[in-house]
């Protein structure tokens, strides 16, 4: 298994070199360096001579991606995206363009994105599959089209919908809980509840009837007979046998997003105040702040990679047949 | 028949519980306050004013900090030695750290004294003296903390020192030391550090005498410094390179020599970019490892002023906290007519500031911020165009008032008219709409009159604004109002006012430039023009749908080439746009600020300058160099007069309008009174925080039922599973038993 580990680790590398190079390319499609300057150095009374220094400052000065002047290998090496991506191959981040630390800043803000991530998905987990055992419980019954039709409502609805809607039915008219903001530590609790429960109502339709799906098929195997025939409860054998032998594509769906859940939610973040990494991106590339992108983008797929990785190893775990090779 | 106790009777069990944990824990961490506030139970009661911020400021160093959202925090902790008079209006300058508004005096170019009186080409230097006052401290700060021996305690960290610090707040130790003349002149030097970028370098260079040549001196040293590895990054000693410009006369003086004659020097003495950095705070934050933990003197600033940044967490929240360092300083006791009578001077002569602690939170979305502010959790608010209808009712005459549902709440309204202008400009490098040609200009009139402002500003901005008849806004010397102002090629007055002129009149001017019927006499074809935007979605596409509207008055057929903002400020560099919109912020309430938009010195087109639409007119020009270095009056009223005049014959730009700002206060925000040019307001506002906890209780009463309501449905949803459970095992008992 190590040898496999190691290996997939090894394809890891080129895959975040064409991540970054496409990052670059698009990223310098739409700004050249005298516009990321000018970005930094505002609006009012910005000099061409300040433009300049700002570039030679934070290392713009050098051709894009092949310096036809140097010699050698430095026609590669002397260049924005070398400078600029070689680093980041040792997770050193850098400063962002507006001077920030942005090892700091991801470690500061990826707490508040996991402190609505995790609960949403261990609770949503929690919910939704008991809501997806009962419709396979009740297969063909009036409470499974119930459940269904719920779901195709629940499926269609948008998700700013649901946090519109949420904060003005608790929090404007009800005052059960703060429309938004946050603090650290255990008094989150008070802010993180509703983006919870909005997080978990929402996605309620899509993985409940994708967990139906499962469930059923699963259901319907021979093994299932056999336990109902020799008077297994039907609970027990739902949540202890189906539930254990529909795991491996639960964990397809589950374990590749693990890691990204430090990436936080944009539009949740946004709505309720929270400080998490969800919109740091999107902060990044409206203030044309390319350290920050291409950081952000570059640990999304590390996070990415690791995540399917993990979907790979846990497949081990829970399918003893299945070997990795 | 007994039914053994299945998984469902466990699950309810611990839901009950779960519910009750969660009532308890709410009902602890709430304390008596409402449910939904957002703040700590311990600050209910307190003096602090809540507030928010959408996007983080990206500088907090006063030699970078120029956008609003910085200001909003730089001006209550820096003190430059000017500041705005709170209440007079017109806007006017007294003393802050200063014993008095410096008069400069004029040195011709063998630097001997002239007389005050002569002539601006006699003046090669103007000379101000500054004089501060004593006994002014700095905040409490680590920089300056000394041990008992009288050495720096943090100034020589190592690596290891650093270890348990993430920021400001984790140095145990602070001190404080005496504002000094010195500190003054040390912040002038650092707009000229190669590291800073400051925004008014390119400025100020052109002023301050050898601040050019100093830029030039301090990059060479960093270089060197940068290359001998002494110290990494390479930390300038800036007191070991004199400045000619800006130098210490004594203790509590100092003196900036200015090149030629520039009253407008003095606004820029109100500014942060002016105010005092101690030496102490550079050699603090330049050690190895602050920058790396995000601890720079750009994120935690040292000020003497009456607030100091005590949290600063641009991700979440920024506080302001009273300085206990601070001097005090007396509420004005004079104001402009109607001050007392709207209350304004109730607090004449009490110490300042009144509040003691500010909390911004981070707020990025409008309606959450609006819902806060009903709810009593914010106690200022702008108004956006989502909440504009439920805040605002505009009457059949035009006048503007609260709805009765925010008066019934004590919501009050102020509104000021902005020290701004937006308009349309004509590239005057344009062969079609640019140029001096008689063709040209009545083509740019014939627009100017079909650009309906008014409809504009009732559709795009609710209303916010007036219509622009010059570049100058009201408040600004040498504006006009009434008859007097108006813009004759574009209006004709009314015993209503101005009107402006029929579409008719437009296309009659149109065909009189030789493109009758929007054709082109010459070439019978249709005359198209090009708008060059910026921006995309819903919003900007009605708006540049109106814009078509209004060329399509006169048949003209108008081009919009949209496209990001940096692919625009490039056609503007290079002087390709044909129409642009355009907008200007006043930097200092004079009429050389705007009026110089439109000096063909300062032309976009190579000299990279503000005058967007390349504008020159030599008597233009003319008169603008005589107008600037002018004190006030009537001669300069005058001249004014006819530059504006010359501008409104040259239509350079179809004046647009001067935005007007909308604040909504709750009935415990006291000395509301809107002043667009001070920075450091905060510390005249003052809250009666009973009266506020008071509303916020009767405002945000917990409503419980409706959580029941839901319980029940959803008991109503899991009985007939239930049910149907145990009808499907005891089948399959009684099945087991046959």
């Not at chain 2, 000394?146 to 707040?169: C, E, M, P, R």
């Not at chain 2, 104001?335 to 500031?353: I, V």
């Not at chain 2, 709440?409 to 490098?429: C, R, V």
Request: aromatic residues 12%.
């Amino acid at each position: 298994m190590l040898a496999y580990i190691i290996r997939r680790l090894l394809y890891a590398i080129p895959i975040l070199v064409g991540v970054n190079l496409i990052t670059f390319v698009l990223f310098f499609v739409v700004n050249s360096p005298d516009d990321v300057a000018r970005m930094h150095l505002g609006m009012k009374h910005v000099t061409p001579d300040a433009v300049e220094k700002w570039k030679v400052e934070h290392g713009y000065d050098q051709p894009l991606l092949y310096n036809r002047d140097a010699p050698g290998v430095e026609q590669l090496t002397d260049t924005i995206f070398f400078e600029k991506s070689v680093k980041l191959f040792a997770f050193e981040f850098g400063s962002s363009d507006a001077g920030r630390n942005i090892g700091e800043d991801i470690s500061q803000r990826m707490w508040p994105s996991l402190a609505i991530a995790l609960p949403t998905l261990l609770l949503g987990l929690l919910v939704h599959i008991s809501f997806a055992m009962l419709l396979a419980f009740f297969r063909g019954s009036y409470l499974d089209l119930s459940g269904v039709i719920l779901s195709v409502v629940l499926m269609s609805i948008s998700g700013l919908f649901y946090i519109i809607a949420g904060q003005f039915l608790f929090s404007k008219v009800l005052h059960l809980v703060p429309i938004s903001g946050y603090e650290p530590g255990w008094q989150a609790w008070r802010f993180v509840l509703l983006p919870v429960v909005i997080g978990v109502i929402s996605a309620l339709g899509s993985s409940g009837r994708w967990y139906r799906t499962i469930f059923l098929e699963e259901i319907g195997r021979d093994y299932v007979r056999t336990a109902r025939a020799k008077g297994l409860p039907e609970l027990k054998l739902l949540f202890t046998h189906v539930l254990k032998n529909a795991m491996v594509p639960i964990l397809t769906g589950i374990v590749v997003v693990l890691p990204l859940l430090f990436m936080g939610s944009l539009i949740m973040e946004s709505f309720f105040g929270i400080p998490g990494l969800g919109s740091y991106t999107i902060e990044a590339i409206q203030k044309q702040d390319f350290a920050i992108v291409r950081a952000m983008v570059f640990l999304g797929s590390v996070l990415y990679i690791l995540g399917l990785l993990l979907t790979d190893l846990s497949y081990t775990l829970v399918d003893p047949r299945i070997r990795l090779s | 028949m007994h039914v053994p106790n299945t998984g469902f009777d466990r699950l309810g069990g611990f839901l009950r519980g779960l519910g009750w944990i969660l009532v308890s824990i709410t009902v602890t961490a709430c304390g008596d306050q409402p449910w939904n506030s957002p703040y700590p139970p311990d600050q209910a009661d307190r003096n602090i004013l809540y507030s928010s911020f959408s996007a983080r400021p990206k500088h907090l160093d006063p030699a970078q900090s120029y956008s609003a959202n910085e200001i909003v925090f730089t001006g209550q902790i820096y003190e430059p030695p000017l500041q705005y008079a709170f209440l007079k209006r017109p806007y006017q300058l007294e003393p802050l750290t200063a014993t008095q508004i410096p008069e400069p005096y004029y040195l011709d170019s063998n630097r001997q004294r002239l007389p005050d009186d002569a002539p601006t080409d006699a003046i090669a230097f103007s000379v101000y003296d500054i004089e501060i006052r004593p006994g002014i401290r700095y905040q409490p700060h680590p920089a300056f903390a000394k041990d008992d021996q009288g050495a720096f305690i943090y100034h020589h960290l190592k690596a290891t020192d650093l270890q348990d610090v993430s920021s400001l707040a984790d140095f145990p130790r602070t001190g404080t030391r005496e504002l000094v003349a010195a500190d003054y002149v040390y912040e002038i030097k650092r707009l000229a550090h190669p590291h800073l970028h400051s925004p008014i370098f390119g400025l100020m260079a052109d002023y301050i005498v050898g601040l050019k040549d100093y830029a030039v001196t301090l990059s060479k040293a960093a270089e060197k410094l940068a290359k001998s590895g002494e110290s990494s990054p390479p930390v300038l000693k800036l007191d070991d390179f004199p400045l000619e410009g800006a130098s210490v006369l004594d203790r509590y003086h100092y003196r900036v020599l200015v090149r030629g004659k520039y009253p407008q020097f003095r606004y820029w003495l109100a500014m942060p970019f002016f105010a005092p950095v101690p030496w102490e705070a550079d050699v603090f934050y330049q050690q190895p490892g602050m920058k790396e933990r995000n601890i720079t003197l750009d994120w935690y600033p040292v000020g003497t002023g009456p607030y100091m940044l005590t949290v600063n967490d641009p991700n979440r929240q920024m506080v302001l906290e009273r300085n206990p360092n601070f001097r005090g300083e007396a509420y004005p006791d004079q104001g402009e007519p109607g001050d007392a009578a709207a209350g304004f001077l109730k607090d004449a002569g009490r110490q300042m500031p009144f509040i003691d602690k500010v909390v911004y939170s981070l707020e990025k979305e409008a309606i959450p911020t609006w819902n806060k502010f009903l709810q009593g959790y914010y106690d200022v608010s702008g108004v956006s165009s989502d909440s504009f209808d439920q805040a605002i009712q505009i009457g059949s005459g035009g006048d503007i008032s609260l709805t009765p549902g925010m008066q019934a709440k004590g919501i009050h309204l102020s509104t000021a008219i902005s020290s701004s202008e937006y308009y349309m400009g004509f590239n005057m490098l344009d062969p079609v709409v640019g140029g001096q040609s008689e063709r040209a200009r009545l083509l740019r009139h014939a627009i100017s009159i079909a650009m309906d402002y008014e409809e504009y500003i009732s559709i795009f901005a609710n209303g916010r604004g007036i219509p622009a008849q010059s570049p100058l806004p009201p408040g600004i010397f040498g504006y006009r109002a009434g008859k007097a102002g108006m813009n004759p090629y574009v209006y004709d007055w009314t015993p209503r006012g101005p009107k402006r002129k029929s579409v008719e009149e437009a296309r009659r001017l149109l065909a009189k430039a030789g493109y009758p019927g929007g054709r082109d006499v010459k070439t019978g074809k249709p005359l198209t023009l090009y708008l060059d935007a910026t921006g995309n979605g819903p919003d900007v596409s009605a708006l540049q749908n109106w814009i078509r509207k209004q060329f399509g008055k006169l048949d003209i057929q108008l081009q919009i080439r949209s496209t990001d903002y940096n692919r625009f400020q490039d056609k503007m560099l290079k002087g390709t746009e044909q129409i642009f919109q355009w907008g200007w912020n006043a930097d200092y309430p004079d009429p050389e600020n705007f009026l110089f938009l439109l000096y063909s010195k300062n032309a976009k087109f190579k000299k990279n300058g503000e005058n967007a639409a390349n504008y020159s007119n030599p008597e233009y020009d003319r008169l603008f160099e005589q107008m600037k270095n002018m004190a006030n009056g009537p001669q300069r009223q005058a001249i004014i007069d006819r530059m504006i005049d010359i501008l409104r014959r040259d239509a350079p730009w179809a004046f647009g309008y001067h935005p007007k700002q909308f604040v909504l206060y709750h009935d415990w925000y006291f000395n509301a009174k809107p002043n667009l040019m001070a920075n450091n307001v905060l510390k005249y506002k003052r809250i009666d925080p009973q009266l506020r906890e008071q509303k916020r209780h009767e405002w945000n009463k917990p409503i419980v039922w409706p959580l029941g309501l839901i319980a029940l449905l959803v008991v109503l949803m899991v009985i007939p599973a239930v049910v149907g459970y145990r009808r499907h095992e005891n089948r399959r008992t009684l099945a087991e038993q046959r």
